[in-house]
């Protein structure tokens, strides 16, 4: 008679072992996807105005980026010790390296409606180069996206900001890539240092404005970062931008390239908004146009672990930065100051 023996436990421990191996992604992570992309679907129109003036001014259809910066969901204001990232298409401008562009110190429109001084620093700007920062689809391939109004997609990075009537910003590439969440790892992660969950919870929102980039041949070739409400303040303050700038950029093209579809925080308003002679109000431009924003419903119970396999990887070379700071002169003031807004309710601080 065949006696038939018992399987070994240890061998039927080794077999499952092995299984479960093969099943383990590369990496893993875990994801609470965007609930909310607050960005108008209809692109507001520009006008054929040429791009600048009188060659006081250099700028490119290429020059462009955007300024991401975690807010709180309630109010709008600044997550505390949360640092804006300013993401940008390119690395030069006018054959120089972005890192030497004049800035304003990387303040979101809420910081300038809580207090409107404008200060500009000299040189050492720093800025994530956004092609590298790709927006991946399921399968792990780079999604690509348009460069002006017609032919294909090309490029890593969506246009952000309106430059002529060729090229002017898609809502709906917009949403696509900073809601992908490739960029939304590397933006909780890499940048602000917390997880995906943390970023989800629902007490955070991300803000993004559109950035232009301009150099000046009679001013040695500076190199400006600007952001749509920026450049209303330097306006403010002596009349600079209008005497650079066809009033197509700065009044209506840049301004319109991101208005939200829906109002936000009790102060932001919504599309639609009109131009008086092809220029926005001074208002609209300041307090409520340039802006978009990413939200996440307060979750009622934790979030669910979600699997996702990375291919892509970051490392510290992404963010372009120095540590030397000094200022430039901005101008004597020719117009009276102004105060923050109150008209969509009082800025409540962080």
């Known amino acids: 008679m065949q006696i038939k023996q018992k399987p070994r436990i240890w061998l039927t421990l080794i077999a499952i072992l092995i299984a479960l191996l093969m099943c383990i992604p590369l990496a893993v992570t875990s994801l609470v996807h965007a609930d909310e992309f607050n960005g108008s679907e209809q692109v507001i129109p520009g006008y054929s105005n040429s791009p600048y003036t009188d ?3 250099l700028m490119s259809a290429t020059d462009y980026g955007a300024r991401v910066t975690l807010v709180y969901a309630d109010t709008g204001n600044r997550a505390l010790s949360k640092k804006s990232i300013d993401f940008s298409a390119v690395k030069n401008i006018n054959g120089r390296p972005l890192n030497e562009a004049n800035h304003f110190g990387k303040y979101c429109k809420s910081d300038y409606m809580n207090d409107p001084t404008l200060i500009g620093y000299l040189g050492n700007y720093e800025y994530v180069y956004a092609p590298d920062i790709k927006a991946l689809d399921d399968n792990g391939n780079a999604k690509k996206f ?19 009537s060729n090229f002017l910003t898609r809502p709906d590439e917009i949403k696509e890539y900073f809601t992908n969440d490739s960029v939304l790892d590397y933006l909780a992660e890499k940048c602000w240092h917390m997880s ?30 600007a952001t749509v409400t920026e450049t209303v303040l330097w306006q403010d303050l002596n009349g600079f931008i209008s005497k650079n700038f066809t009033r197509n950029n700065y009044g209506n093209l840049w301004p319109g390239s991101m208005v939200l579809e829906e109002p936000m925080f009790g102060r932001y308003k919504a599309k639609p908004f009109t ?17 978009n924003t990413v939200s996440w419903d307060a979750p ?34 020719t117009t009276k100051q102004f ?10 601080a962080a």
């Open 55 to 57: 060659g006081t001014c």
């Open 196 to 225: 995906r969950t943390e970023l989800g919870s629902g007490k955070y929102t991300i803000m993004i404005e559109p950035l232009a980039y301009f150099s000046f041949p009679d001013r040695g070739n500076a190199i400006y970062a």
């Open 275 to 291: 131009a008086s002679g092809g220029v926005y109000s001074h208002d609209d431009r300041l307090y409520h146009m340039g802006l």
């Open 339 to 348: 105060a923050p807004s109150t008209e969509y309710g009082t800025p409540v």
């Open 146 to 164: 348009h460069y002006k109004n017609s032919g294909t997609a090309t490029e890593f990075f969506p246009r952000t900001l309106a430059f002529s």
């Open 300 to 333: 009622s119970t934790p979030p669910p672990t979600t699997i996702k396999v990375y291919y892509h990887l970051y490392n510290s070379s992404d963010v372009q930065t120095s540590l030397k700071t000094s200022t430039f002169d901005l101008g004597t003031s």
